[in-house]
């Protein structure tokens, strides 16, 4: 699964060595331009670097170990982030480029061997030109959010009918349905949203819950054999 870094170098390389490695399948990620807000991190008080807080010490009272723990052992630090004093959020908002655009999608088109899917997909333009491109394969992700059954089933119309207007049947383009926001204290059930978009139960269906990867990884999978 590929992001696109702002030194597009390291995303490049990247290719390159997955594809040195014998991978058979890329999915090129464009939903993440900005870093999420991650709320959770913040109700739980995540941070880099760790820090004590008046809830972690609440926490630990009842828990001995845990001071035994950290007081005889190495402060707890992450390799990757040992350098960086902001929050993930923010570490990965200087990472990843907001600025990816259709030539990205065709460098790597033009460098990788295998099978593409582009995973994040946010409009039915979007969707078009990258199948254009000559991509393998689509992940369409549904929100379950019940103000968005309407816009997640006129989304998957445009597709299917912007597709035919330029020859393409979209049963012809492997596509993989992920429904998304599954945590959702209102969130629909997943047999009403796939009523809407896929009535006829024609595409593989993911329950899925990005914020803490649940279901992402069966997605992925499931288009991998797909493409």
Do not use: C
Request: aromatic content about 10%; glycine content about 6%; charged content about 20%.
């Amino acid at each position: 699964q590929l992001y696109v870094m702002r030194e597009r170098e390291v995303s490049y390389g990247l290719v390159e060595r997955a594809a040195e490695a014998g991978f058979d399948s890329l999915f090129f990620t464009v939903d993440t331009p900005v870093g999420g807000a991650r709320l959770r991190d913040s109700r739980n008080g995540f941070s880099i670097p760790p820090q004590l807080t008046i809830g972690t010490v609440i926490n630990a009272i009842p828990r001995p170990w845990w001071w035994i723990d950290f007081l005889t052992t190495e402060p707890l630090a992450f390799a990757s982030l040992d350098r960086w004093s902001g929050t993930v959020a923010e570490l990965l908002d200087t990472m990843f480029d907001p600025t990816v655009t259709f030539e990205d999608l065709a460098w790597i088109k033009s460098q990788w061997p295998g099978k593409l899917v582009v995973k994040g997909i946010q409009t039915v333009t979007d969707a078009r030109a990258v199948t254009e491109l000559g991509v393998d394969g689509i992940v369409f992700v549904a929100d379950s959010a019940p103000n968005r059954l309407r816009a997640n089933a006129e989304s998957m119309r445009n597709l299917r009918e912007n597709l035919a207007e330029h020859g393409i049947y979209i049963n012809d383009v492997p596509i993989v349905i992920q429904i998304n926001k599954r945590d959702l204290p209102d969130a629909l059930p997943t047999a009403m949203i796939r009523a809407v978009i896929d009535p006829h139960k024609r595409y593989p269906t993911y329950e899925a819950v990005a914020s803490n990867g649940t279901g992402v990884f069966e997605t992925l999978k499931a288009t991998s054999r797909l493409v």
